[in-house]
């Protein structure tokens, strides 16, 4: 079975700290996204990576950055978390030829 | 651009019964992929049931089961015999069927909560 892990269920952070969601997965997957869920407004994405060191962005990528150093591996950062970035994030990967995506169980991130 | 419309936020069964969440979607695409994900309260996204355009026969999986209407852009999910645990979140999504780059990237609904009463 195909795991994505994500580093935590729970973050709470203060306004302007530097914040740091991990995401692994054990597939050998090329593709990994980092998406955004917030009431009413379904899943949004944020950034994905289809390779290593490639990153490309999403719907909403202003207030994050990426970082995929190794292929098993992709970071969403918040350089300067706001309260508006209060949300469920989300990590998904996928293979390069396979359609359907596998997700991890979800950060959910409070900023104070 | 493709977008995927879920039109009930919320919805309601009974236990034991049957219900059918809509999904319709916007596309130029003729060959494409289609998805419905469960979220329950515990948040772990998980694949129902998957879809690909070119197969005219309906996809079944277990008490779940898709009516897709390709000319009409539908997909509406059938659970039957509702159970406790089907309560969660419910997601439509679309993929197109080339790969590499954003191509393989999924549009999402907004989703339809459902409960089911014992």
């Known amino acids: 079975d195909v795991k994505v892990t994500q580093s935590s269920r729970y973050l709470v952070k203060r306004t302007g700290e530097k914040v740091f969601l991990e995401c692994v997965q054990d597939m050998d997957h090329e593709n990994m996204f980092w998406y955004r869920q917030d009431p009413g407004l379904g899943l949004r994405l944020i950034y994905f990576?289809?390779?290593?060191?490639?990153?490309e962005k999403g719907d909403i990528p202003e207030g994050y950055s990426v970082s995929r150093e190794k292929k098993e591996r992709f970071s969403l950062i918040l350089e300067s978390a706001s309260t508006n970035q209060t949300s469920m994030y989300l990590c998904?990967?996928?293979?390069?030829?396979?359609?359907?995506?596998?997700f991890g169980p979800g950060t959910r991130l409070t900023v104070l | 651009a493709q977008t995927v419309t879920q039109s009930q936020p919320e919805m309601s069964v009974q236990e034991a019964e049957t219900v059918t969440l809509s999904c319709t979607y916007d596309?130029?695409?003729?060959?494409?992929?289609l998805f419905w994900y469960k979220q329950p309260p515990s948040r772990q996204m998980i694949l129902v049931i998957r879809q690909e355009a070119y197969k005219q026969q309906n996809a079944t999986e277990n008490r779940f089961s898709v009516n897709f209407q390709k000319a009409a852009k539908s997909f509406s999910l059938k659970i039957s015999d509702s159970q406790l645990g089907d309560a969660a979140m419910y997601f439509c999504?679309?993929?197109?069927?080339?790969?590499?780059?954003?191509?393989?990237?999924?549009?999402f609904g907004k989703g339809t909560k459902l409960s089911v009463k014992p």
């Open positions: 596309t130029s695409e003729s060959d494409y992929y």
């Open positions: 990576s289809y390779d290593v060191k490639m990153k």
């Open positions: 998904a990967s996928t293979g390069q030829f396979t359609d359907t995506q596998y």
């Open positions: 999504a679309y993929r197109g069927l080339l790969y590499g780059g954003s191509q393989g990237n999924l549009i």
